[in-house]
Antibody, heavy 119, light 110 residues
Framework: EVQLLQSGAELKKPGESLKISCKGSGYSFTTYWIGWVRQVPGKGLEWMGIIYPGDSDTRYRPSFQGQVTISADKSINTAYLQWSSLKASDTAMYYC????????????WGQGTLVTVSS | QSALTQPRSVSGSPGQSVTISCTGTSSDVGYYDFVSWYQHHPGKAPKLMIYDVNKRPSGVPDRFSGSKSGNTASLTISGLQPEDEADYYC??????????FGGGTKVTVL
């Protein structure tokens, strides 16, 4: 069974750094792209970017380029989303999601990680 | 403002049909036949219900169906069941390893 298990909720202060994780299981982690999706409270879903864990090829949506870093450690089947300096506007639920192999389709999702940035 | 436009809410009684629209542009929904729909119960992982406009993954009931005309895609739930109450999001591939989503529609079973 394909599963994407995300790390737990975070409460951080503005200016702090953060790295959240998404661990894949039940499939060959290195051969499927993993994307990240943001959901600001009360708003819809926004695509942030995607990484291919096999070679760490990463593609960012332009509006998120330079704002976050997407990475992966294929030795432990885990993808990451990180911030170097959080802002209050980063408060959101963040989902990881898998791109189906060979298709332009996002098929499996993690359960989400709530990030709250507040002083 | 979401890239794709969905109604905020729809409702129906058990057994009725409801349809959720999803309007994009000629660069996403209108260009690619890679529209998908997800069911989301808060606190859980979104679940794929329809992909490639009108295909159902294994295990998804056939009361869920999808279609597309021009820049607008639609999800129809026929024979509404209480367990269908959830948020539904549409999604379209938009090129260059980018996907766009709708703002979500809350389906209420009366």
């Amino acid at each position: 069974e394909v599963q994407l298990l995300q790390s737990g909720a975070e409460l951080k202060k503005p200016g702090e750094s953060l790295k959240i994780s998404c661990k894949g299981s039940g499939y060959s982690f290195t051969t499927y792209w993993i994307g990240w999706v943001r959901q600001v409270p009360g708003k819809g879903l926004e695509w942030m970017g995607i990484i291919y864990p096999g070679d760490s090829d990463t593609r960012y949506r332009p509006s998120f380029q330079g704002q976050v870093t997407i990475s992966a450690d294929k030795s432990i089947n885990t993808a990451y989303l990180q911030w170097s300096s959080l802002k209050a506007s980063d408060t959101a639920m963040y989902y990881c999601a898998r791109r189906d192999s060979g298709k332009w389709l996002v098929d499996y999702w993690g359960q989400g990680t709530l990030v709250t940035v507040s002083s | 403002q979401s890239a794709l436009t969905q109604p905020r809410s729809v409702s129906g009684s058990p057994g009725q049909s409801v349809t959720i629209s999803c309007t994009g542009t000629s660069s996403d929904v209108g260009y690619y036949d890679f529209v998908s729909w997800y069911q989301h119960h808060p606190g859980k992982a979104p679940k794929l219900m329809i992909y490639d406009v009108n295909k159902r993954p294994s295990g998804v009931p056939d009361r869920f169906s999808g279609s597309k005309s021009g820049n607008t895609a639609s999800l129809t739930i026929s024979g509404l069941q209480p367990e269908d109450e959830a948020d539904y999001y549409c999604c379209s591939f938009a090129g260059s390893y980018t996907w766009v989503f709708g703002g979500g529609t809350k389906v209420t079973v009366l």
